[in-house]
């Protein structure tokens, strides 16, 4: 599932050239793709279509208007992306909008998970979301009173959604390996000096993840280029191979329901 990173992409690539621009329709080729509105009641929200800003929040897509913003989720093999001219829609698509200049915005779907979702404003995606990892308020020490006061696995914690906003297996896996830390550590349990290096672990590794146009592991790509992080990945995927620190064999495990990979050498569990 794409993750911050590799949705803050699709947010980079596609927003200059939206801006200002204006949707006439919003076309729904697979029923379902249209959460909870219809073509019909789109037009009435939207008025006149102008888009005033295209955003991020958590892993959701976000397109606004003047009174109300369309949601884009992804899911499993969703992409968004402006149909080069000429270019006939893909087979794979479930929905596509119509902007003023006739180009469409393909919402391209293989597995059909993805969804699209009409809001008067972000109020509903932001009450069940938690903090932007990469904004002002989250902060050290925010993070460290999240953590002590829940007494959950450690994985499972960075996972919630409603705990902090937009981490995935990927960039969990990942942050957790840099900070030294097993992902079945309980989270109360954990230090404040490994607090303090997940923190400053999830800040660096989102950034430079964004500056790489995120992450490919099977479907994600933006105009037809793969995420150039795939390259940085320390632990996640590399079962069997030698860690990157201390050369001790990576093994795969289940945490929190996902395959977990971790060097049981060099990240402690705190129980």
């Known amino acids: 599932m794409p993750e911050l990173p ?12 939206l801006l200002r621009n204006k949707v006439e329709s919003i076309t729904p080729i697979w029923p379902k793709v249209l959460h909870n509105f219809t073509s019909e009641k789109a037009k009435q929200k939207i008025k006149d279509g102008e888009i005033l800003d295209v955003s991020r929040r958590a892993k959701f897509i976000i397109i606004k208007f003047a009174e109300s913003i369309i949601a884009i989720h992804l899911r499993m093999t969703g992409k968004l992306y ?79 959604q409603s705990m902090i906003a937009g981490l995935g297996n990927i960039y969990a896996d990942e942050s957790l390996w840099k900070s030294k830390i097993h992902p079945n550590s309980l989270s109360h349990k954990i230090p ?9 672990s999830i800040k660096v590794i989102l950034t430079e993840a ?22 940085e990945l320390k632990i996640y995927g590399k ?32 129980k």
């Open 239 to 270: 079962v069997n191979s030698n860690c990157y620190r201390c050369k001790y064999k990576i093994m795969k495990i289940r945490v929190a329901g996902r395959g977990t990979y971790i060097c049981k050498k060099c990240q402690k569990k705190y």
């Open 82 to 160: 402006l149909l080069p001219e000429n270019q006939t829609i893909s087979k794979y698509a479930t929905a596509y909008f119509t902007l003023k200049n006739k180009r469409k915005l393909i919402f391209d779907d293989v597995r059909k998970f993805g969804r699209i979702y009409l809001y008067k404003d972000i109020k509903p995606i932001d009450e069940r979301h938690g903090p932007e990892p990469l904004e002002s308020n989250f902060t050290s020490e925010s993070l460290f009173r999240l953590i002590k006061s829940k007494k959950r696995n450690i994985k499972a914690l960075l996972l919630d």
């Open 192 to 200: 404040k000096k490994r607090i303090e290096n997940l923190y400053s």
């Open 210 to 231: 964004i500056e790489q146009n995120g992450t490919t592991i099977i479907d994600f790509s933006v105009n037809g280029e793969s995420g150039k992080y795939t390259n």
């Open 6 to 17: 590799e949705v803050q992409t699709v947010v980079n690539q596609i927003k200059s050239d």
